[in-house]
């Protein structure tokens, strides 16, 4: 999902289920911050931790462990990839439960939700209309995309703009409520927010 903060800190709740077959049976939870690279094609690891446990951790605990930082950029996207099992031959009924997902906000987040300091949405939370500001550098097209908690677009827009502070106002009085995030794409760079729709 879309996420351009350098946070110090990841936290989640985590308890593991293991099965009958195997009690060599391990999990794993892997956090990545990355940042597409326009030169090589590919994303650029900025940070990441790795958590694996065994099939002792029984009971509900909180793990809270800081980011280790290989770059000093920012990140334009977060992935959480989560395996009950990563042995060989692991039981077929391990479950893995995890629960509170949480990023520790750095220091002089705006209140609005975003992330950058030159793009901002109002009203946050939204109802119907919102209004995207954002400071563009130079003359380029601009697509703005609209995207859910899953990743998914649920709309896009196409514009032609002239360089300096921009204003667009859009509809979203079709989405559910619930926390959605938006995507500000230019000739060179990339620039996202998150933003609640409460009806």
């Known amino acids: ?3 351009t903060a350098r946070v110090p800190r990841f936290y989640f709740d985590y308890k593991f289920t293991s099965g009958s077959a195997s009690f060599d049976d391990t999990w794993q939870v892997d956090v990545m ?8 094609s590919s994303r650029d690891i900025i940070a990441r931790i790795i958590k694996q446990g065994r099939f002792t951790d029984g009971t509900w605990q909180t793990f809270s462990y800081p980011f ?3 770059s000093a950029a920012s990140p334009d996207s ?3 990839i989560v395996n009950s099992s990563i042995n060989a031959g692991p039981s077929t009924s391990t479950i893995l439960n995890v629960d509170n997902f949480a990023m520790q906000a750095p220091t002089g987040i705006a209140a609005t939700g975003t ?11 939204v109802r119907s ?26 709309s ?11 204003q667009e ?17 230019t000739a060179d760079d990339m620039r996202t927010g998150k933003f609640t729709i409460s009806k």
């Not at 911050?33 to 090589?40: E, I, K, M, P, V």
């Not at 992330?115 to 939370?125: A, G, R």
């Not at 209309?129 to 990743?151: E, M, P, Q, W």
């Not at 896009?156 to 921009?166: C, D, I, L």
Request: hydrophobic letters at 35%; proline letters at 5%.
């Open 115 to 125: 992330h950058n300091k030159d793009v901002s949405i109002y009203p946050n939370p």
């Open 78 to 80: 977060c992935f959480i």
């Open 33 to 40: 911050l990355t940042r597409w690279n326009t030169t090589t």
């Open 1 to 3: 999902f879309p996420f």
């Open 169 to 185: 106002k859009i509809n979203l009085e079709n989405l559910k409520p619930g926390i959605y995030f938006y995507e500000i794409k």
């Open 129 to 154: 209309d919102a209004t995207i500001t954002y400071d563009l550098k130079k003359d380029s097209k601009v697509t703005i995309n609209i995207i859910d908690i899953t990743g998914k677009t649920i």
């Open 156 to 166: 896009s827009y196409n514009f032609e703009k002239t360089a300096g502070v921009q």
């Open 68 to 70: 280790t930082y290989f």
